[in-house]
């Protein structure tokens, strides 16, 4: 084997590594971006998610694109390791298909149906359609279909140039030497293992292997020890995206080498002993592409099988490994870097983590509002440190959106994205009120302030007004209701008539004498926070509503409302007036 064929042989892997990715990207794109906000969603159940990480992984076409994922997510919080085990697991057998879909490059004929399923045939018709659907399909699935066509003719080809490459191998010497070699099992899953490592990928691994069988020389003896290598070797990317990760990040990663190391020392433990009693005679069966594939797929069937009643033990093993780290502060905020090259991942994320800031502004408001009957000390500290999570939240979501626009968004996802941007500053500013709101409450203490009867009842009816806006806008927020969004502007116009009521009224009181001016400053200002609060609830609820219909303008659909009020809507309106009637 001189130069020009090491060098067809690596441009072989490379023309091979780069099809498979862009058939994956391609089936990905097909299915709506939907694959992997389904592991954001995987069942506690361990065989759903040993399922789901075999089925993704079938269509990406790589175990360890998975994991990675799996990884993220447990970084980021939103998945426990013991669920992320189940999907590494089921990630393990789903790179299996690719060894399958190699198979199709080594089917060959010369005449009848048979040329018709030849490598060339399959090749030259799904480039020819690929290229005519990537330069003429207007539509966006046209485009990924193309991308998925073209990606497989050059995956097609790249295993052709590998199989060209080393069809010379059976008769070399050394060649045949080093295959018998390779019978001895640590040697072999140790040479399978560097090969994964170096390539970075347990299917163009396995791609070569079938290159390589079709010398002849390779026997099923050989062929299994550097497939549980590959098993192994597959580990490799993962690990490296454990880089920077948390305690629990570096845990999900490590769990891929443990799984796959027990996998196949539990395989080893019982076929070899098995052997060498039974002596199998199928041991010395020469190789091919196809036997190949099938072995891959029965290796890696049999380690989850294995591994599946283990997922505790392997649980612990990782913990054990990595343990926690004392001084190691527990972000509320974790944003993963890793999603924004996925963006259905990254929005999701976002959508989870804008969820918890709307319940922290709805948290605040209530702790603030409660402080005026009852002030304590430690519900004033309790909203100054939402407030200050309100702030962190803004920064950190902020930041993230502002990154994730620059990549290729859908317009679903450049809708989703702007509303998110819409109603950040809004759920930020309410944190800010209800700090405003705990400091009047404080100052109403310390001077010891006592509002009168009158001022008190209104107090308790504006108030309950507010909890109920609250209410009905960060829970349709967070339940993406946009008929429930519409239920809030009624309300807000409401409060803005009892804020404007309520200060007429506390005029009328002090010039009668029943209310002081100090009284008056700490009134007025909880008023004007509270008619605030319910200005930033409409502007979440208008903003979903503008955006579900594709509309940006939210100040053109409030003027719209105001000047043709249908009777729904005022009917709504009078329903508020009498229910916070003063």
């Known amino acids: ?17 780069f099809g498979m990715s862009l058939m994956g990207e391609g089936l990905k794109k097909v299915s709506g971006d939907k694959l992997e906000p389904i592991l954001f969603k995987v069942s506690g159940t361990q065989l759903k998610g040993v399922l789901f990480g075999t089925g993704v992984t079938a269509v990406i076409q790589s175990s360890a694109a998975t994991s990675v994922m799996a990884v993220g997510f447990v970084n980021s919080g939103i998945m426990k390791l013991r ?88 008769k070399a010497p050394w060649f045949l030497n080093l295959l018998t070699s390779m019978r001895n099992p640590v040697l072999g899953i140790l040479v399978g293992v560097a090969i994964t490592a170096m390539l970075q990928s347990a299917s163009a691994a396995v791609g070569i292997l079938q290159a390589l069988s079709l010398s002849g020389a390779m026997t099923l003896d050989s062929a299994l ?60 069966n020469v190789m091919n592409p196809f036997n190949m594939a099938a072995v891959n797929s029965f290796l890696r069937l049999g380690m989850i099988i294995v591994l599946m009643p283990l997922t505790g033990i392997i649980e612990a093993v990782v913990v ?18 890793r999603f924004l090259d996925h963006p259905a991942l990254a929005i999701e994320q976002v959508r989870q983590t804008i969820d918890d800031m709307a319940n922290v502004a ?48 859908s317009t679903e996802q450049s809708r989703q994205v702007s509303k998110y941007l819409h109603v950040l500053s ?24 006592i509002f009168s009867g009158a001022a008190d009842h209104e107090m ?69 926070n509270l008619e605030r609060v319910s200005d930033h609830c409409s502007n979440i609820a208008v903003a979903m509503i503008n955006l579900s219909q594709g509309n940006f303008e939210t100040h053109e659909y409030l003027d719209h409302l105001k000047e043709k009020e249908t009777e729904a809507f005022r009917k709504e309106v009078n329903a508020y007036a009498e229910k916070y009637k003063i």
């Not at 480039?127 to 659907?133: E, M």
């Open 225 to 284: 020890p550097l497939l549980m290598g590959v098993a192994i070797g597959a580990s490799a990317p993962v690990l490296l995206s454990a880089i920077g990760a948390s305690v629990n990040g570096k845990r999900a990663a490590l769990v891929y080498l443990v799984a796959s190391a027990v996998g196949v020392l539990a395989c080893c433990l019982v076929f070899y002993p098995a052997n060498a009693i039974l002596h199998f005679g199928f041991m010395s």
């Open 460 to 528: 308790d009816v504006i108030t309950h007004a507010v909890f109920e806006i609250m209410g009905l806008a960060t829970g349709a927020f967070i339940a993406e209701d946009v008929e429930g969004a519409k239920e809030v502007e009624p309300l807000e116009e409401i409060i803005d008539s009892l804020c404007d009521e309520m200060k007429m009224h506390h005029v009328e009181r002090v010039q009668e004498g029943t209310c002081t001016i100090l009284q008056g400053f700490i009134f007025n200002d909880i008023l004007t």
């Open 83 to 170: 669920q992320a085990i189940s999907v590494i697991i089921g990630s393990i057998l789903g790179t299996s298909i690719t060894g399958w879909v190699i198979c199709l490059s080594y089917i060959d004929g010369t005449e009848g149906i048979a040329s018709l399923l030849s490598t060339k045939t399959l090749t030259g018709l799904a480039a020819v359609i690929g290229i005519l659907l990537r330069m003429f399909s207007k539509k966006r699935t046209g485009l990924y279909t193309g991308n998925i066509l073209m990606g497989f003719s050059i995956l097609m080809f790249g295993m052709s140039t590998m199989s060209g490459s080393v069809s010379a191998l059976g």
């Open 426 to 449: 809004d759920f930020e500013r309410i944190t800010d009120h209800a700090r405003n709101i705990a400091e009047n409450a404080k100052e109403k203490n310390e001077k010891n302030v």
């Open 320 to 337: 054990k490994a990595i343990p926690d780290k004392p001084d190691e502060e527990r972000q509320f905020i974790q944003l993963e870097e």
């Open 1 to 17: 084997m001189g130069i020009p064929e090491i060098i067809s042989l690596f441009s072989g892997v490379a023309l091979f590594l």
């Open 362 to 409: 709805g948290e605040s408001i209530q702790i603030a509002l409660s402080l005026f009957k009852n002030f304590d000390e430690a519900g004033f500290n309790k909203v100054t440190e939402l407030e200050d999570m309100g702030d962190k939240y803004e920064d950190a979501l902020g930041t993230y959106l502002s990154k994730l626009t620059a990549k290729t968004l």
